[in-house]
């Protein structure tokens, strides 16, 4: 079975500064993406970030990072000197046989 | 840049009737996908179709559910008599991958369906 695990249902940070979510998954697959979704109050998901697990260097997306430790099926998302409109939930999900989402963690960013 | 459009936005309706939820992928895409968020829950997978057919689906995806193709653009998801824990987020998402795996979901903005 898949599963992926988002272990902190809510984060806060000081605006400018840096907040790193956490994401742990599981799968038998082989092969398989990584990604991390924002879903700002409007409820659309959109793309934040995507990682190949067959590729060993962390993906990095302006402010976004990830860093991706795949013996330990760990996927943590880094946000570097956060703004008000990073303020969302952030889902980690993990496409093998199929995408599977976490719970989410709800980011609050304190102006 | 293209997007995944989904109407409509917001729909209303009562207990057993059926719903038609409306989506348009992005042109060149291949695969589809819908997805069910209960409120303050996690999002999950319902279905998954290309070349017009179901290709994979979930144990929420019932008799009650359908999906279309109807045309070359739309990709619809019906629910034939709606119960009230299908109150939900409805994601539209396509991928422009042939394999049906290794590309990235593009989701719509999303459906709110409410059953009274």
């Known amino acids: 079975a898949q599963t992926v695990t988002q272990s902190q249902p809510e984060m806060s940070v000081q605006e400018a500064e840096t907040v790193t979510l956490s994401c742990t998954y599981d799968?038998?697959?082989?092969?398989?993406?990584l990604f991390w979704y924002k879903q700002p109050p409007s409820r659309q998901m959109i793309l934040v970030i995507r990682?190949?697990?067959?590729?060993?260097q962390n993906a990095t997306e302006n402010r976004f990072s990830v860093n991706f430790q795949k013996a330990a099926k760990s996927f943590s998302l880094k946000i570097s000197d956060s703004q008000l409109g990073d303020a969302a939930m952030y889902f980690c999900?993990?496409?093998?046989?199929?995408?599977?989402f976490g719970q989410g963690t709800r980011l609050t960013i304190n102006p | 840049e293209p997007e995944v459009t989904q109407t409509p936005s917001h729909q209303v309706t009562q207990m057993g009737q059926e719903v038609i939820l409306r989506c348009v992928p992005i042109?060149?895409?291949?695969?589809f996908y819908w997805y069910r968020q209960i409120l303050g829950q996690k999002v999950e997978f319902l279905v998954s179709?290309?070349?017009?057919?179901?290709?994979?689906k979930s144990e929420i995806f019932d008799d009650q559910f359908s999906v279309e193709r109807p045309d070359g653009s739309n990709f619809t998801l019906k629910i034939r008599s709606t119960k009230l824990e299908d109150s939900a987020m409805y994601f539209c998402?396509?991928?422009?991958?042939?394999?049906?795996?290794?590309?990235?979901?593009?989701f719509g903005p999303g459906t709110r369906l409410t059953v009274l």
């Open positions: 179709f290309y070349n017009n057919e179901i290709s994979e």
């Open positions: 990682q190949e697990a067959y590729k060993q």
């Open positions: 998402a396509s991928i422009r991958s042939r394999s049906g795996r290794w590309d990235t979901q593009y």
């Open positions: 999900a993990c496409l093998a046989q199929k995408l599977v």
């Open positions: 042109s060149n895409h291949l695969y």
């Open positions: 799968t038998s697959e082989s092969d398989y993406y």
